[in-house]
């Protein structure tokens, strides 16, 4: 029996809701309940309850709201079923019930002020290995997809998926405390937070699929939360590049897409709609950063935006310092994205022939990876090698999972059998 109309109403906003707000919503549980997995099991609990209510009602006029009350209810009952239910029932459910009726009395202010900010510092536990806290944190709190998120790390969606259950399990099994750590125990944690920071506003700056080229809410909340542990950790030279690389890259969004959503090529954008005063705000701090002489990926990635940012037009553009930039960005994290980036600016500071030389051999590394084969695929153009441009294009194509993305490579591939 296909689905009624209130049905696929109610499935839609089901989804909506999941997508924008399940992050906060799980960092609000997880201050609730101070337990990880109670608080993801009740938040699906909820999201499922709305698929059956919200069919059968008109929708809430607060979808997050309705949703987050009723994860709380969801935890009153899961915590009544526990064993230890004489210890700690009465405790959090007079806890959950009072959160529910909104007659909490005012706690302390915290340390960290935002919600969202503080999550990530207790999500991003030293005794997990670096990378399963930055994939666990992005996945739960931040509401990247395990296929956003493995793109992001060169990985398959299937191996990030296997991460994360193991991650939870060691969690569950270790007993992994989550508790915002002391101001003083902060640095152990700070290449992680922005880490995610940074990942949040890569996968708004150039979306892995959906409709849009930009995704502006990842985006301005990653640039948030930057200026929030600015403000948190003065005096940061990598906290002020990585605010001054978003600050940068974000400052060219009204000129990487047209009106009705078409990629356009930095070579054909119109510098004009650059936001000039974010730019200066981003140039600033990025000075100031570098004059700490405590040089970091984020600086030297903030300063070949910075040359973009403030070169005339793409012909103007410093492309040997460009090169060079990235040669530091490789000798400080061996990253093959940084030598596809330096093989894209090799083929402007010095010939399509050496670019594709230095393309080459990155696809023992990046052979899954659709940005290695759009820009293989651009040089082997540029060449006149239309046979083997074209299979680059096609298998761009394959890999891309981005609307406007995908037709601005078909647009390119047809132009080749003109």
């Known amino acids: 029996m296909p689905a009624s109309p209130s049905e696929l109403q109610a499935h839609a906003a089901v989804a909506h809701a999941a997508r924008e707000h399940s992050g906060r919503l799980l960092a609000l549980l997880i201050r609730d309940l101070r337990d990880f997995h109670l608080a993801q099991d009740c938040l699906q609990d909820a999201l499922e309850s709305a698929v059956v209510h919200w069919s059968r009602n008109s929708l809430p006029h607060s979808p997050e709201a309705w949703l987050l009350q009723t994860a709380r209810r969801k935890a009153i009952d899961r915590i009544r079923r526990m064993r230890n239910f004489e210890r700690l029932s009465d405790e959090y459910a007079r806890r959950l019930l009072e959160l529910d009726q909104s007659t909490q009395e005012q706690e302390e202010p915290e340390v960290i002020p935002d919600e969202r900010l503080r999550l990530i510092f207790i999500c991003c536990h030293p005794a997990i290995d ?3 806290r930055i994939v666990m944190t992005l996945r739960t709190l931040c509401g990247l997809t395990t296929t956003e998120i493995a793109r992001a790390f060169l990985d398959t969606p299937d191996a990030m998926a296997q991460r994360l259950v193991r991650a939870r399990h060691k969690i569950k099994k270790a007993g992994i405390p989550y508790e915002l750590p002391r101001e003083d125990m902060w640095a152990e944690r700070l290449q992680s937070v922005l880490s995610v920071i940074y990942l949040v506003f890569n996968e708004g700056y150039a979306a892995t699929s959906g409709q849009h080229v930009l995704r502006h809410e990842l985006c301005e909340e990653a640039i948030r939360l930057g200026r929030m542990m ?6 940061e030279a990598e906290i002020e590049g990585l605010l001054a690389l978003m600050l940068l890259n974000h400052a060219r ?16 954008q119109n510098r004009q709609l650059w936001d000039q005063k974010q730019i200066k705000e981003a140039t600033d701090l990025l000075v100031t950063a570098l004059k700490r002489q405590q040089p970091g990926v984020y600086q030297l990635q903030a300063a070949i935006s910075a040359i973009h940012a403030e070169s005339t ?15 530091g960005l490789h000798a400080m994290s061996n990253n093959p994205v940084y030598l596809l980036n330096r093989a894209v600016a090799l083929s402007y500071a010095q010939s399509p022939e050496a670019a594709l030389d230095a393309l080459t051999p990155l696809v023992n590394t990046l052979g899954d990876y659709q940005p290695f084969y759009a820009a293989q695929a651009d040089v082997l153009r540029r060449l006149g090698r239309i046979v083997e441009a074209k299979q680059a294009y096609q298998r761009a194509i394959t890999l891309s999972h981005n609307n406007s993305e995908r037709a601005f490579l078909q647009s390119r591939l047809a132009m080749l059998s003109k």
Not at 230 to 235: A, I, R, S
Not at 253 to 268: E, S, V
Not at 313 to 327: F, K, M, P, Q
């Open 130 to 132: 670096e990378k399963t």
């Open 253 to 268: 969004r009204k000129g990487r897409a047209t009106a009705d959503d078409d990629l356009i090529p930095l070579d054909q």
């Open 313 to 327: 037009s793409h012909a103007a553009t410093h492309w040997h310092e460009i090169v060079l930039l990235h040669d």
């Open 230 to 235: 600015l403000h948190l950790k003065p005096g």
